[in-house]
C-alpha cells in the first residue's frame, strides 16, 4: 500500500492495522473499518459516494514498481475440468502421485515461511491446489509442471475453495471412488481469520478429513470443540517441513 501511492477502498475484512504513512488513503465500508481511515457510508437509497476516492486518486503519485514477471492464475473448476482428461491419466500413470491443497490465508509472521518451504520440499510429482493468499508464500516459485500441467493450481481468492471443492468433488466422480478421502489428496491449509474458519467448516460439511491447519489452530477453539475436531475429523497442527512431509505425502 505503501509503494501503491495510491488510495485503497476495502470493502471486507483482511485488514490489518496500516501504517500512519498510508493511513490517509485507505478508506473502508461496509463490514470494514479502523480509527482513522476515511469510512463510506451507504446512503438511505443504498448507494455510496466513492468522489473522495477519486479526486484523491487524480492528485496522488503514480505507483512505484516493486517487481516483475508473470503469475499464471485462473485455475477454476471449469479451467481444470476442461483438461480433466489429462489430469486423470496423469494420476493413472503415476506422474501425479499427490494433490496437495495449500489454501487460506497469509500473514507477517515469520513462522508463516513453512508454506513456502513445504512447498520446495513437495516432491516433483505433487500438484498443489491453491486459493487465498496463502499462496503468495510460494506462488513466485519456478516449480515446474507435470506433463503440462502446472504444478500450481491457483483458483483465486478465498472464495473460490469452492472451485477447489468442486475439483475434489470430480476427481472422486471420475474415479469412481464412495468416499473423498480415498483420493490422492490431503490439506495443509494456513489460517488467520474468520473466513478460512468458514471454508473449513464446509470440508468439514463435505466429509474431508485429517485437515492440518497451521502455523497454530484456531485459539477460540473450546478444549471441547477441539476434542470433536480431532477425534471425529482427525484435524491436526503442523510440525516441521520434513516432519510433515512424511507424515502427508508419504
Same mark, same amino acid.
Not at 145 to 157: H, M, P, Y
Given at each position: 500500500?505503501?509503494?501503491?501511492?495510491?488510495?485503497?477502498?476495502?470493502?471486507?475484512?483482511?485488514?490489518?492495522?496500516?501504517?500512519?504513512?498510508?493511513?490517509?488513503?485507505?478508506?473502508?465500508?461496509?463490514?470494514?473499518?479502523?480509527?482513522?481511515?476515511?469510512?463510506?457510508?451507504?446512503?438511505?437509497?443504498?448507494?455510496?459516494?466513492?468522489?473522495?476516492?477519486?479526486?484523491?486518486?487524480?492528485?496522488?503519485?503514480?505507483?512505484?514498481?516493486?517487481?516483475?514477471?508473470?503469475?499464471?492464475?485462473?485455475?477454476?473448476?471449469?479451467?481444470?475440468?476442461?483438461?480433466?482428461?489429462?489430469?486423470?491419466?496423469?494420476?493413472?500413470?503415476?506422474?501425479?502421485?499427490?494433490?496437495?491443497?495449500?489454501?487460506?490465508?497469509?500473514?507477517?509472521?515469520?513462522?508463516?515461511?513453512?508454506?513456502?518451504?513445504?512447498?520446495?520440499?513437495? =516432491?516433483?510429482?505433487?500438484?498443489? $491446489?491453491?486459493?487465498?493468499? %496463502? @499462496?503468495?508464500?510460494?506462488?513466485?516459485?519456478?516449480? #515446474?509442471? /507435470?506433463?503440462?500441467?502446472?504444478?500450481?493450481?491457483?483458483?483465486?481468492?478465498?472464495?473460490?475453495?469452492?472451485?477447489?471443492?468442486?475439483?475434489?468433488?470430480?476427481?472422486?466422480?471420475v474415479f469412481g471412488l464412495d468416499d473423498i478421502n480415498?483420493?490422492?489428496?490431503?490439506?495443509?491449509?494456513?489460517?488467520?481469520?474468520?473466513?478460512?474458519?468458514?471454508?473449513?467448516?464446509?470440508?468439514?460439511?463435505?466429509?474431508?478429513?485429517?485437515?492440518?491447519?497451521? =502455523?497454530?489452530?484456531?485459539?477460540? $477453539?473450546?478444549?471441547?470443540? %477441539? @476434542?470433536?475436531?480431532?477425534?471425529?475429523?482427525?484435524? #491436526?497442527? /503442523?510440525?516441521?517441513?520434513?516432519?510433515?512431509?512424511?507424515?502427508?505425502?508419504?
Amino acid at each position: 500500500f505503501e509503494a501503491f501511492n495510491g488510495p485503497v477502498v476495502l470493502t471486507t475484512n483482511c485488514l490489518v492495522p496500516p501504517k500512519d504513512s498510508y493511513k490517509a488513503r485507505v478508506f473502508t465500508t461496509g463490514a470494514v473499518g479502523f480509527p482513522g481511515c476515511p469510512h463510506i457510508e451507504a446512503k438511505d437509497d443504498g448507494t455510496k459516494d466513492f468522489s473522495a476516492v477519486i479526486e484523491m486518486a487524480k492528485k496522488c503519485q503514480a505507483p512505484k514498481e516493486l517487481e516483475k514477471g508473470q503469475i499464471v492464475g485462473g485455475f477454476a473448476h471449469e479451467q481444470v475440468f476442461a483438461v480433466a482428461d489429462k489430469v486423470v491419466e496423469a494420476v493413472k500413470s503415476g506422474a501425479i502421485k499427490k494433490f496437495v491443497v495449500m489454501a487460506g490465508c497469509d500473514g507477517r509472521m515469520k513462522s508463516r515461511e513453512y508454506y513456502a518451504e513445504f512447498a520446495k520440499a513437495l =516432491p516433483k510429482d505433487t500438484v498443489i $491446489l491453491t486459493a487465498g493468499c %496463502a @499462496k503468495y508464500k510460494y506462488i513466485k516459485m519456478d516449480l #515446474g509442471d /507435470i506433463g503440462g500441467i502446472s504444478r500450481v493450481l491457483d483458483a483465486g481468492q478465498c472464495n473460490d475453495s469452492y472451485s477447489l471443492a468442486l475439483i475434489a468433488l470430480k476427481l472422486k466422480e471420475v474415479f469412481g471412488l464412495d468416499d473423498i478421502n480415498k483420493l490422492p489428496l490431503v490439506f495443509n491449509i494456513a489460517w488467520y481469520e474468520q473466513k478460512a474458519v468458514i471454508v473449513l467448516l464446509a470440508l468439514l460439511h463435505l466429509g474431508v478429513k485429517n485437515i492440518h491447519l497451521g =502455523p497454530t489452530l484456531p485459539a477460540f $477453539l473450546s478444549p471441547n470443540v %477441539a @476434542k470433536v475436531l480431532v477425534e471425529n475429523f482427525g484435524i #491436526g497442527g /503442523i510440525t516441521t517441513v520434513e516432519d510433515d512431509i512424511k507424515t502427508m505425502i508419504g
